[in-house]
């Protein structure tokens, strides 16, 4: 009973939260579809901890989605032990990174003040699971090794299933304790999505590398800068310097994205 209801009910739940809620928001609350950056508060923290999380859960999920989408072709490769090493060690690497990363970025939110001040009950729980998921994801690649192999052969059959429409656990029972706790709490973060920030993924500014160049014209007045009062104004000639002062600075152009 326990099974079915992690396994099958719960992956179902959460799929149909992702889908309708996500739609929802953006549909009603686009504006909502931000990562709300705490960079103004804080930036130093923040880099040594978003830099290594984004690089190792990029290279985390494409090593799953490249499991889930060529599981024999995967099969196939590690059938060499070399190759079989290197994608391990690939694997716990980027893994490593996700841990250093999400620990900095706790970190980081438990002890700024004005950090704190801006973290929601959301916020707070969506770290929780992301830590756990990594945790956990590290522990099976130390003590359960092989893990792409064992991957591609147990757990990809189990989610197909579950695309067709057809659970079938068979696969997955015999999986260890910490494997299956590293699937559920997958579908965990998959019903919270759409109601945190991590909505922002779905509208990456991809566009911006391939949108022409903005024009930024800057036109200063520099003694109005200087808090002195500006040029008196003419009827024929508009701004009239005075006498022995500087000419005023014309404007700039830059390029810029």
């Not at 130093?44 to 072709?73: D, K, N």
């Not at 032990?81 to 490593?96: I, K």
Request: proline share 7%; net charge positive; hydrophobic share 55%.
């Amino acid at each position: 009973m326990i099974d079915n209801l992690v396994f099958i009910i719960l992956p179902y739940a959460a799929a149909t939260l992702f889908v309708v809620v996500t739609i929802q928001r953006y549909v009603r609350k686009g504006f909502t579809y931000s990562s709300l950056s705490s960079q103004f508060l804080e930036t130093r923290e923040l880099f040594y901890g978003s830099v290594p999380w984004h690089i190792g859960i990029l290279g985390a999920m494409f090593g799953h989605l490249i499991g889930f989408l060529f599981p024999s072709q995967v099969l196939w490769f590690n059938g060499v032990p070399a190759r079989l090493y290197v994608l391990e060690s690939t694997g716990l690497l980027f893994g490593l990174m996700c841990l250093v990363g999400i620990v900095s970025l706790i970190a980081r939110r438990l002890t700024s003040p004005r950090i704190r001040a801006v973290t929601s009950k959301v916020d707070v729980l969506v770290l929780v699971l992301l830590f756990v998921q990594v945790a956990l994801g590290v522990y099976v690649a130390l003590f359960y090794r092989w893990g792409s192999s064992w991957y591609a052969a147990s757990a990809v059959p189990y989610l197909r299933s579950l695309f067709a429409l057809e659970p079938d656990l068979k696969m997955i029972a015999p999986l260890p304790l910490a494997v299956k706790l590293h699937i559920v709490n997958a579908f965990l973060l998959a019903a919270i999505f759409p109601f945190s920030r991590l909505v922002h993924m779905l509208v990456v500014p991809i566009h911006y590398l391939w949108r022409p160049y903005q024009l930024v014209v800057w036109n200063w007045n520099r003694r109005r800068l200087r808090g002195r009062a500006p040029w008196p104004k003419t009827e024929t000639s508009g701004a009239v310097a005075p006498a022995g002062s500087e000419p005023a600075p014309s404007g700039r152009t830059i390029a810029a994205r």
